[in-house]
């Protein structure tokens, strides 16, 4: 049986830079996400952020994130996956990307919409086929009624022939707590948890990377490197030996190779308690024996947890079978998409993995890239491209593994 405090879903929390992210899931979830001493610093999400919330549910008081009276139930409980909107950042939304199964899509009523980074996250959802999406209007509390209707017309002419065309759009304002309820209300009807396969060979999309130890612990009570992230499919158990491929990159006789990283699993995290087993749907810690200097400063992120003998296929070179869009989208000009050339530098989101490499082959229907950073994926995932533009990564399609 799942526990019942394990999260069975994750929402992310995507949008233009400064749209009001990270203020919302602090309304939601009581916790602020950006901890980074940069993003503190610059005042926008950097890294991926993560926060849990439990939703109950009783006659009196219908649908709430906290036990109101000793009738409330437990339905389910939820991450949020926090996504930075800069367009510098673009790799690391798409990386987080790979576990969401739904979204909250923040559009500000004090801007022009859509802003460029709202068009391309919205691609981004399309190419991860997200379908599951709730818009948040954010920041009425700035504009006149008058304002807010206009820009409510420009969202629904933005997402007119979109994933999102039939998305509900709610009117908050963060800043204030206005309609956060309405928010949770539209979280249960649209964006339900999805059924798991617990059968299958676990998979593990690493996603954060980091050691707990505060500096100047003693060495008998220092404790193994942390790995966050969701499991795709299947279950991990306390006690497991596990797999991290690729693994790491050694060099041996100027030679250049990655092997992978055994461990064992001592302790597994969901929300805010140690369990036993760890289950798909939300975001997960697992503690592990590993070196901590091997783990920080998300030097795994993008790696996938296997059981030994149970590895999916480590690539140095892909071959894609590539779906490209009609025009760049995140560009202040309306540039067509090009067709992949031989030669050219592009860069890959597989899985929470980023990686980049050059095209050393093209045909009518596929292209074959050789990879700076080897990937590990399964046949006929989903892989996000993106070529430099003007100056910055741009997403320019989607490719199947072939």
């Not at 739904?102 to 068009?119: F, V």
């Not at 025009?327 to 990686?355: C, F, R, W, Y």
Request: proline share 4%; glycine share 6%.
């Amino acid at each position: 049986m799942i526990i019942s405090r394990q999260p069975g879903v994750s929402i992310g929390l995507i949008g233009h830079v400064d749209h009001g992210k990270t203020t919302i899931l602090e309304k939601l979830s009581g916790k602020w996400s950006d901890t980074h001493s940069e993003e503190k610093k610059r005042g926008i999400t950097i890294r991926l952020g993560y926060a849990d919330i439990s939703i109950y549910y009783c006659n009196k008081h219908n649908i709430t994130t906290k036990k109101e009276c000793k009738d409330c139930k437990l339905k389910r409980n939820i991450s949020f996956v926090d996504a930075p909107g800069h367009e510098t950042l673009m790799a690391t939304m798409l990386s987080g990307a790979a576990i969401m199964d739904g979204a909250l899509l923040l559009i500000a009523a004090n801007e022009k919409c859509p802003q460029p980074q709202t068009k391309e996250h919205l691609k981004a959802l399309e190419i991860s086929n997200i379908l599951n999406i709730i818009i948040l209007q954010n920041k009425i509390d700035l504009v006149t009624k008058e304002q807010a209707i206009e820009n409510y017309n420009e969202i629904k002419s933005f997402i007119k022939g979109t994933i999102a065309e039939n998305a509900p759009i709610i009117p908050i304002s963060a800043q204030y707590n206005v309609n956060i309820n309405l928010i949770i209300e539209a979280i249960e009807k649209h964006i339900p948890t999805v059924k798991r396969n617990l059968t299958k060979d676990p998979i593990f999309f690493i996603a954060r990377s980091f050691d707990v130890n505060k500096p100047g612990t003693e060495i008998k009570n220092l404790v193994g490197g942390v790995l966050g992230g969701s499991i795709k499919q299947g279950i991990l158990k306390k006690g497991e030996k596990i797999t991290i491929s690729p693994g790491r990159k050694i060099i041996e006789k100027n030679t250049v190779r990655w092997i992978h990283i055994t461990t064992k699993i001592t302790d597994i995290w969901a929300f805010n308690e140690s369990t036993n087993e760890a289950y798909p749907g939300g975001s997960i810690a697992i503690q592990t024996q590993l070196d901590p200097s091997i783990v920080k400063s998300d030097q795994l992120t993008g790696n996938i947890i296997c059981l030994p003998e149970k590895t999916l296929p480590t690539w140095n070179e892909l071959k894609l079978t590539p779906k490209l869009l009609t025009n760049i989208v995140g560009s202040k000009d309306n540039l067509s998409v090009q067709p992949i050339k031989k030669g050219e530098l592009l860069m890959l989101n597989v899985h929470t993995a980023t990686t980049a490499g050059t095209v050393i082959n093209t045909d009518k229907k596929t292209f074959t890239i050789n990879l700076k950073r080897p990937v590990c994926a399964e046949k006929g995932a989903n892989v996000a491209i993106s070529r430099m533009i003007e100056s910055r990564w741009r997403l320019i399609g989607a490719g199947i593994i072939n």
